[in-house]
């Protein structure tokens, strides 16, 4: 495809998130009703704990960090 319109779109998403599933459906049927323009998509993770390391955490210790032992 090589038109002279084209966007680049960045999509931040969360690929277990419900709302990001349906975001990236309606997204793809605006990109199929605009095919006179090039698209480019770049995604983008979603992170929801950056400050987590590399090798990861206990997820018991963490959740009761997080949100207490009650």
Request: charged share 30%.
């Amino acid at each position: 495809m090589s038109n002279e319109k084209s966007i680049t779109v960045d999509v931040v998403s969360d690929v277990v998130c419900p709302w990001c599933f349906i975001g990236q459906k309606r997204l793809d049927k605006a990109i199929a009703a605009a095919s006179d323009v090039e698209v480019h998509i770049r995604w983008r993770p979603f992170q929801l704990d950056p400050t987590i390391p590399p090798e990861g955490k206990d997820r018991r210790e963490y959740m009761m960090a997080k949100f207490g032992s009650d």
